[in-house]
């Protein structure tokens, strides 16, 4: 299937800590990540987020940690590829879900490393590409072309939200309508 499933998806939020964003500059990163955040919420979809060293990085903005989904799990990290943590692949795969929704800092070291290497265990990745951010636009540009080059899915917020969504008969779809308005 070629559109995202609320049932068949985890999502996955690569480092957006405080001290990667403050260099960024990039807060429509975290406005959009908190809107997949909510409707992961609103629909059930379970949120796995890593963090990259956040002894020195701080930890997942207080935005998106205030709005996670119960049960949501923090996974620190210090590989560009959270999938060489230990265990890391064995977690995600204990979600049961085919499709991984992927995005956050930096497109393109840690999103594309991690990204490149679901699809080659065989998952379904989507990159959020407007929920994703580089400290430039060349790099940026580089890491969206290297995941679509590697076969993970190109894809925006309202993109995701409405294909979770399905129709406007959904019973949540009220409530993330309001997070677009």
């Known amino acids: 299937m070629n559109t995202l499933s609320s049932e068949n998806s985890l999502v996955l939020i690569i480092d957006i800590q405080d001290r990667l964003v403050g260099a960024l500059n990039k ?19 379970p949120v796995l987020l890593t963090e990259q060293y956040p002894k020195g990085l701080g930890h997942t903005v207080q935005r998106l940690t205030d ?11 210090t590989y560009f590829n959270a ?19 992927i ?52 894809s925006c917020v309202e993109i995701a939200l409405f294909e979770w969504l399905k129709g406007a008969k959904n019973p949540k779809f009220k409530e993330v309508q309001a997070l677009i308005k």
């Open 67 to 77: 709005a996670l989904p119960e049960g949501s799990e923090v996974v620190e990290k």
């Open 103 to 154: 995005f956050g800092i930096e497109t393109h070291i840690c999103v594309h490393q991690t990204a490149s290497a679901l699809v080659e265990a065989g998952f379904d990745v989507y990159v959020i590409k407007d929920a994703c951010a580089s400290r430039n636009k060349y790099e940026f540009k580089q890491g969206i072309d290297a995941m679509s080059a590697n076969g993970v899915k190109i």
């Open 27 to 45: 807060d429509i990163v975290v406005e959009n990540a908190y809107k997949i955040v909510k409707t992961a919420d609103y629909l059930k979809i």
């Open 83 to 101: 999938l060489l943590e230990e265990g890391m692949l064995d977690r995600i795969k204990s979600y049961g879900k085919r499709q991984i929704v």
